[in-house]
C-alpha cells in the first residue's frame, strides 16, 4: 500500500532513473510486486513514457493497470498500440470494465476497439452501451457463472472450473432455465460443503433478490450493501437474468454518490472528475450557475432592507446584527436539511415520515432557539454593552434581537427539514434544496421577522 | 427487496393479523423467505411482540434477524432469553457482529453475555475489545481461513470444508507459517482451479497488502475500496496475521464516514443514530455548540458594522447589499471548502498539492468574481435603479458592490480551498473546516473590503 507521499516520490525517482538509463530488465522487477492501482498512480506522472512502461508489464498485469487509468492516458495508449497489441488487453478485459472505457472514448477510439473485440464481447458491448447513464444495466457485466437446477454439485463445480477463468467472480453462481430465467443462487461455500452428487435445484437458495436492467444504480448498490451481498443479480422485465452488479462496483458508485451529494449541498454542479484533474474552466462552469442564481435572488433581501431604511436609520445598532442573525439562520437550517437530505438518502426518512420530522425539529428548534438567545442576551449585556461600552445598545434592543433568533432558528429548521422532503416527493433532487437554498430564503424571513419585533418592541 | 413503503405496510398488518390469531405456524411460513434484515425493519414496528415473532425462526435464521436489529431491541430479547436460548444464538454469531453487539450492552448484559460465550469466543471477544473505537482491529473478525505453505490444493480444499462453516468468508484464504506470520493469500477461484497437487507455497500471491490492528478504519475501508478486494488482512507490530476485515463492513464503514463528514461540514457534532432514533435531546446537544460558536465569534462582524455605522448612515443603500455579498462570500468559500475536503477524504488531495490547489482555486475566483460583478452591475442598474426606481443606486455604488464582489469571491475561494488543508496538516479534522466556519471568516473579510471601497470610491 502506497501510503506515505515519500514512498510514491522516492519509487517514481526510481523509475525516471531507470527509464532514462534504459534498465528496462530492472525497471520490469521492481513494478512487478506492485498493484496495478499503484502502477496507476505512478503513470499519472510519467506523461508520454507510459507506454513504454506499459509494454514492460505481463500481459495481465497490464489489462489490470489500463483499467484503473485515467481517460486521456487509456487514449493516448490505445492510439499507441498496434492492432495485435489492443486486441491482447482488449482479451483480458472484463467485459465492464470495457464497457467503461468505451463509454469514455472519442467515436474513432470506439470504432478500432469494437473492430478488435471478438464478436462474442462486441454484442455484449453493444447491448449494454444501451441502457441509461446511472441505471444497473450500464454497471452490470454479463461474465458470471450460470449452473442449471439438474446438475450436480460434481457437474457444478466442472463447469466453474471450466469457465471461471473468465468470470467476474465465481463466489455466487446463478440458476437458471433454458429460457434464462433466473430460479435461484447459491454460493461458492455452499457448493465445497455439499456432498458430490447434491442435485443444484435442492441446494439453491430460491428467494432471490434481483434488480432489474432499468433500476438506479444507487438503489442497487444500497441493496448490495443493506443485505451484504457480493454480488447482486440483474434481470429484465421477463425475468430473465442477463447480469449481476459486484460489490466492488456497487462501493463505488456509493462513494460517487456521497460525492454527488455533497456537491450538489454546496452548490456545485456534480462532475466526474477527481478534484484536481477538473480544469479551470469546468470548475467555474460547476460552481458560477448557482452562486449567479443564489446571488440575484438575494435582490429580495435587499429590497426588504431598504423597505425598512427609515427604521434602521432610527436605531443604528440593529444594522450590526444582521449578519450574526442571517448567520445563525442560515447555519440552523444547514444542519437540518443535511440531516434530512442524508436520512432520506440513506432510506432512513421517507415522504410519509414529513409529520414526524417537522414535529421533532420544532421541539429541537425550540431548545435551541431558547438557548441561543439566553447566550446572545448575556453577551450583548456583558460585551457589547458594558465592555465595548457602546450604550445604544439597551436591553430593548437586545429583547429585539433575541426573540429574533427564536423566531429565526424556528423557522429555519422548520423550511431546512421540510423542503428536502417535499422535494423529492415532487421528483427534485433533494440534494438541491441544501444549505445554500435554504439560507437564502431564512435571510429573507429572519429580516422581516428582525423588523416586526422592532417595531414592536422598539416602536419605531 | 421490500422497496415500497405500502409492501412493507401491508405485510406488517398481515403479521399483526395472524398474531392476534394466533397463528404462529402461518406466521413463520411468511416469515421464512423474507431476508433477515427484512424481519428486522418489520420487528421495529412489533414492540414488545418481537420476542413472540423471534421463537418462531429457525435458529440460523433468528440470528442473523438478531444482528440487524436496533440495539435495545437486542437488549429486550437479551433479556427476555433463557440461558439456553442466548447461548443458542450466540453460537450462530460471527465473532466481529457479537463484539459489535456486546459494545452496545449495559455491563449487565455484557456479563451475561461473556458467561454464555465459549471460552475460546470469550478470549477473542475480550481481545477485540481491547483495540481502541475505529481502529482496523475494532472491525475485523478473527474467523478466517488460515492455510500452510506446505498443504497441497486437495488438503487446502479439504481444511476448507471442514472449517468453512465458522468462517466469515472462505472466498480469500491467508497462507501463515507456525508463528502465524502473514506468508500470502489465494482467491478461492485460484484453489479451484489449480490442480489437486499443486503446492499451496508456489500458488498463492505473497504481495500481500494488509492492514495493522492499529490503522484508522477508514483507511481500511479505502484500501479495501481502492483494490477491490473482498477482505483485507490484518496484522500486528510483528507482522502475525490476527484478523480480517471483510468488504461488508468496510462498506458500512465508508457510508458512516461519508455521514460523518456531511454532519461535520453541516455544523453538526456526529452522531452514530439514524436521524429519526435520535431524540430531541441528542440532537440538540449535537446542534447547539457549534451554533453557539458560530453566533459569538459574529461578533466581529457586528463591531466591524458599529465601527462604520457613520459611513452606512451617509449611504444609506450600502447596507441593503450586506446580505447579498456575505451569502455570495460564504457560496464561494463552501463550494471550494468542500471540494477540498471530499477529495482530502478520497485521498484525492495531499498538503503536498497546496500550492496546486491554491493557483487553480485563484484563476477559478477569478473568472468567478468577474462573471458575478458584471451580471450585478447590470442587475442593479436595470433592476434596483431603473425597474425599481431607487435613485440612490449610482453606477459608483453599483462599482463598490461588484468590486467588492471580485474580492470576496477571492478570499473565499481561497481561504475556503486553503483552511482545510493546513487543518489536515496540523492533525485537525479537515471537514470542520466547512461551509459554517468559512462563512463566518468570509463574512468578516467581506465586510472589510466592502468598506475599503467604499471609502475609495465614494469618497465617505
Redesign the interface.
Known sequence: ?L?L?TERTELLEKIEDLLERKQYAQLRDLLL???A?DIAVLCGELDDRVPLVFRLLPKEQAAEVFVELDSDEQELLIRSFSNTELKEVLDELYLDDTVDIVEEMPAGVVKRILQHSDPETRKSINEILKYPEDSAGSIMTTEFVDLKETMTVEDA?KR??RT??DKET??ICYVIDDRRHLLGYLS??TL??SEEDDIIGEIMDT?V?SANTLDDQE?VAQ?L????F?ALPVVDTENRLVGIVT??D???V??EE??E???K????LPGDK???KTG??E??KA??P???L???S??F???I??HF?NS??AV??L??????L???G???G??A????I??LS?G???F??LL??VW?EC??AL??GL??AI??FA?MMA??RWL?G?PSVTPAVAAVVCSTLVGTVACAKLVGASLPILAEKIGFDPAVMA??FI??IV?ALS?LIYFRFAIWILGI
Chains 1, 2 share one sequence.
Open positions: 500500500m501510503e507521499e510486486p506492485l498493484e492501482q463445480l466453474i472450473r471461471g477463468p465465481i463466489n461458492i461455500r465445497l460443503l428467494n433478490i438503489d441493496t450493501n443493506k443485505y451484504d457480493l460489490v466492488d456497487a462501493m463505488d456509493l462513494q456521497a460525492t451529494d455533497i456537491e449541498m454546496a452548490a456545485i477527481p478534484y484536481l479551470v474552466i470548475t467555474w460552481r458560477t448557482w452562486l449567479m443564489l446571488m440575484l438575494a435582490t433581501t435587499g429590497m432592507l431598504t431604511e434602521l436609520a443604528p445598532v444594522t450590526s446584527y444582521i449578519p450574526m442571517s448567520g445563525t442560515g447555519n440552523s444547514t444542519q436539511s443535511t440531516a434530512v442524508r436520512a440513506l432512513e426518512v421517507r410519509g415520515d414526524r420530522v421533532k421541539r429541537v431548545v435551541c438557548c441561543l447566550a446572545n453577551k460585551v457589547d465595548l457602546n444549505s445554500p439560507s437564502t435571510d429580516l
